[in-house]
């Protein structure tokens, strides 16, 4: 279903727009975030791009691979790696 264009009043639509440009840009195991409408509320998916259809991305989580359909985006960007395991003291 094709989506009304952004305009610059309406800042939700920006930043959909921006976050949908992210997803078409991204490549498979790039790391990113994305949030989507879930139910009331939103969801956040973090990890690397596995894969992306036409209609939604699949994002490799810790959690294992979460399926966003991609009208429910709200937000995306990429991030930076994970930083290193901690090593204790001894």
């Known amino acids: ?10 800042p939700a639509a920006l930043a959909r727009a921006r976050a949908l440009a992210v997803l ?18 939103a969801r956040d ?18 959690r294992g691979t979460v399926v966003v359909p991609l009208d429910a985006v709200v937000a995306a960007k990429p991030v930076p790696p994970p930083p290193a395991p901690r090593r204790r003291r001894t």
């Open 1 to 10: 279903m094709p989506q009304p264009a952004a305009t610059p009043s309406d």
């Open 45 to 62: 998916a973090l990890g690397e791009l596995v894969a992306r259809t036409p209609t939604t991305v699949s994002i490799a989580s810790r």
């Open 24 to 41: 078409a840009a991204a490549a498979p195991g790039d790391r990113l975030v994305v949030r989507a409408h879930h139910g009331d509320g």
